[in-house]
C-alpha cells in the first residue's frame, strides 16, 4: 500500500489558474508515494473530506505569505493569496492534530514558521543584506549556496555531513524562529534553511527546492525519509 500525499496546488495570479511543477510529484513518486494534488478550496467540509484518504501533506512553494499571519502588515509582500494561506491554515492544524507527516519546501517553510508563531523577512534582500544569492538564475538544478546541518539534527543524520549544497530562490525567509521548531540548516550569513519539531512523528521544513533538483541524492534521500514517515504513519495511526 503506497502512502498517499496530499500536495498543495500552485497559483497563478495573472492566469487565475492553478498550476503544479512536476517536481514535487515526481519526487513524491519515486519516493513510493502517491501524490494529490489539493482542491484549491477554503471549504472546510470538503478539505476534511479529502483528508481522510491523506496520509501526509506537502506544502509547496509560491506566493508570499500574507503578513497578517503574524500580525505585520504588508510592506514588501508580494502576490499574496488568501485562498492558499487559508487553506493551508487548516491543513496545517489539522495535520498537526492527526500528527501526520508534514514536508515544507520554500513557502512552505515560512508558512509554516507563522504559523507556528514565528516571523518572516518580507523582502530579504533589503532586510538582510549578505553575499549569498537566495535567488539564483535558472537552471535550478545547480547549487546556488551552503547550508550548514546542525550537528545531530534530523537532516544531519539523514544525509552525513555537516555541509550541503543547494539551490536557492526565495526573497522572503525565516526571521523569527517560532517557538517550539528546531533549526536544522542554516546559511552562511545565518539564514534559517532548514527546522523540524522534534515532538511530531514528522514535520520538517526546508528552504531550498529538491523539486527542481529531484536527482540529487539530497533531494531523494529527502522525499525518502518524508514517504517512509507517511507509510509509518498509515500503518501505526490510521484506521484504514
Ligand atoms: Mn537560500
Known sequence: MKPIIGVMPLFDTEKNSIWMLPGYLKGVED????????????????LEETDKIIDAYLFTGGNDVDPALYDEANVSSKDVNEIRDTMEKF????????NKPVLGICRGIQIINALEGGTLYQDLESEHR???????????????????LLYESPLHKLLGTERLSVNSYHHQAIK???????IMAMALDDII?????KKRLFMWAIQWHPEFATEWDSSKKIFGKFIEMAEVWHNEYSCS
Open 176 to 182: 523569527k524562529l517560532a517557538p517550539g521548531l528546531r
Open 91 to 98: 491543513i496545517y492544524d489539522l495535520a498537526k492534530k492527526e
Open 193 to 197: 534553511e532548514g527546522i523540524y519539531d
Open 31 to 46: 519516493a513510493g508515494g502517491i501524490p494529490l494534488v489539493i482542491p484549491y478550496t477554503t471549504d472546510t467540509a470538503i
Open 130 to 148: 549578505s553575499a549569498e544569492r537566495h535567488i539564483q538564475k535558472t537552471p535550478y538544478d545547480k547549487p546556488a549556496h551552503e547550508v550548514i
